[in-house]
């Protein structure tokens, strides 16, 4: 089996909006671009390390109770952020990993992004979003 590394870019959801609506310049928009993101499927949420949340500006807005590999931990818990992930884009909180640590794209992202790890080939697949194959339910 292999393990699939994507490209994420990070943009601060406040900036945007905020650049959007002119209340600041496009070019003071928080943004940043992670090349080795794992494709994790037994992580729950996106995982970024603590340097990259605090690049972005993000905030916290609480805590969680987490199963790590190292055993239950409570972790930090930042929102606004938006991802564009092979050209699938997304709002969603993160959890702080240590700094260095390699980014997690967790299943919940991968799942509303519509992206599907092809381990074999190493790479995501894009679920369909048109017609009666859209990987979109509305029950």
């Given amino acids: 089996m292999g393990k699939v590394i994507v490209s994420m870019t990070l943009t601060n959801w406040a900036d945007q909006v905020l650049a959007d ?3 600041i ?3 003071d928009i928080r943004t940043c671009t992670v090349d080795n993101a794992l494709v994790d499927t037994g ?3 996106l995982c970024l390390p603590v340097d990259v949340i605090e690049k972005l500006g993000l905030k916290k807005i609480g805590t969680i109770d987490a199963q790590t590999a190292t055993g239950p931990q ?3 818990v930042y929102a606004g952020l938006q991802i564009n992930v092979e050209g699938r884009e997304g709002r969603y909180d993160c959890v702080v990993l ?3 640590q390699t980014p997690l794209l967790g299943l919940i992202p991968l ?3 519509g992206l599907d790890p092809d381990l074999q080939n190493q790479r995501l ?5 048109t ?3 859209t990987y979109m339910t509305i029950l």
Avoid: S
């Fill in 125 to 129: 697949r894009h679920l369909p979003t």
């Fill in 131 to 133: 017609g009666k194959e």
């Fill in 21 to 23: 609506r002119g209340f």
């Fill in 98 to 100: 240590p700094a260095g």
């Fill in 74 to 76: 409570v972790v930090d």
């Fill in 25 to 27: 310049p496009a070019v």
């Fill in 43 to 45: 992580t729950t949420r």
């Fill in 111 to 113: 799942e509303d992004l």
